[in-house]
Structure formats: C-alpha cells, structure tokens
C-alpha cells in the first residue's frame, strides 16, 4: 500500500515538474517574441480593431498637425521618436493590417489627427493572403484620394511595398504567402503610377533594401525574413528624412 502510494506521488511530482518546465518554457518563448515584435506579434482581427480604437481615441485628444505614419507591421515596430525625435510624429500602424482595414480605419486613425503629412506603406499583407493586385492598387488609390480630399494642403508619402525573403524555410516558411518577388514589383509599379496620377510623392525603398535576387538583403531583416531589424530601419529613416523635410517646409 505505501508503495502505491509512493509511486502516485511520484507521479503527481514528475506531472508538476512536466507542466512547470513547459510552463517556464512557454513564458520564456513569449518574452523572447515579445522583445522582438513587441505586441506587434497578435494579428488577430479583435486585436486588430482593439489598436484601431485605441488609436481613434488617442486621435480625439491630439493636436493637429504634425507627421502620421499609416501602416502595418513594418509601420507599428518602427521607432518614431527615436528617429524623427525633432518632429510630432504619430504612429498609425497595425500588424497584420490589411489596405481593407486600412480603408476602414482611415478617417479615425488619420485624418482626425489633421496632420500636415501623411507617409503610407501598405500591401505587403493582402499580397501574402492572396489578394489580386489590381484589389491592392484600387485600395491604395482611394486611401490616396480620401487623405487628399479630406485634409486640405496635406503633403503625401507613399512608400513603394519593402522586399521580403520569398525562399524562407525552417519555422517561418509560410510567411511570404503568396506573396513573390514578381508580384511585389508589379504592384510597386502600379503604385508609382498612382503617385503620379495624384500629385503625391513616390518613395521607392525596394531597390534600397533589396539583394540581386529581389528579395530582401539579409543583413537587414530578422529572420521572419519580413521585419526589419535597427539597421534596415536606419536606412529607411535616410532615405526618408530629406522627403520629409521637403514636405514640411512646402
């Protein structure tokens, strides 16, 4: 009998050894993503809506003017104020956003701020869930042509899409989607054109960020093969700091 009863106690001890290990490894696992992507790493659509209102709310006690960066995940992790500490700037990003969302969330997230400029990246992710191209670049046209008509004299940036590791393998293989290296070009084409078409101006980062291959340098993404590390956003801020200026002091 005592030795039944040693071995259920055992038992119960290995049990809670097993589930305190796995536990332990499991907050380590979400503290190690969490200090990469911050909570740009939950893309679900509450989550999503939740960052939404956040921001329409923020958006109702801010002053006017000022710089608004509009995006996803590439947006949402890229550190505004350690960039442009001299400029007012908002951060209007959310991870996993669509140009649909995007649309949805403009007036609130945006044009309430009245800003003077507005610099945009967007695409990446309806191109990785299979989204048609045209549906993208019509998607963009009308965010374009909403900032315009909203927001008198506003000063516009669109960003062209960034390259991503198309070939990735091992735990992030799925991350481009459907997304390829034709695809992105053709679309950053389409948005070139629209820039042109409105009178905003065109920022094309691909070239910048982009291997031989046409996928993204290594050296400056993480190994999601999508997010940029501190250099590939240093870069981005270089390119884009003399755009801004020039917009600021039309």
Request: hydrophobic residues 40%.
């Amino acid at each position: 009998m005592k030795k039944n009863i040693k071995q259920l106690n055992d038992t119960k001890v290995r049990a809670l050894i097993g589930s305190t290990a796995a536990l332990i490894l499991l907050i380590s696992v979400f503290l190690l993503v969490y200090g990469i992507y911050g909570w740009a790493f939950i893309t679900t659509e509450p989550i999503k809506n939740y960052k939404a209102d956040l921001y329409d709310k923020a958006s109702e006690n801010a002053e006017g003017g000022g710089v608004v960066f509009f995006g996803d995940s590439l947006t949402e992790m890229y550190e505004l104020d350690e960039h442009y500490p001299d400029l007012k700037v908002f951060n209007r990003g959310i991870s996993g956003d669509t140009t649909d969302h995007m649309l949805k969330r403009l007036k609130g997230n945006v044009t309430a701020l009245k800003p003077n400029v507005v610099v945009f990246l967007g695409g990446c992710n309806d191109l990785r869930h299979g989204a048609q191209e045209d549906v993208v670049l019509e998607n963009i046209s009308n965010i374009i042509a909403t900032l315009k008509s909203e927001l008198d004299g506003v000063k516009v940036i669109v960003q062209s899409l960034y390259p991503i590791n198309t070939r990735n393998d091992g735990i992030f293989k799925n991350m481009p989607g459907e997304c390829t290296v034709e695809k992105l070009e053709s679309v950053n084409a389409g948005i070139a054109a629209l820039c042109e078409e409105y009178g905003v101006t065109f920022v094309n980062m691909y070239p910048l960020l982009a291997s031989s291959a046409g996928d993204i340098r290594p050296e400056l993404v993480l190994p999601d093969g999508l997010h940029l590390r501190p250099n590939g956003y240093d870069l981005v801020t270089k390119t884009l700091r003399p755009f801004l200026d020039a917009a600021l002091s039309a």
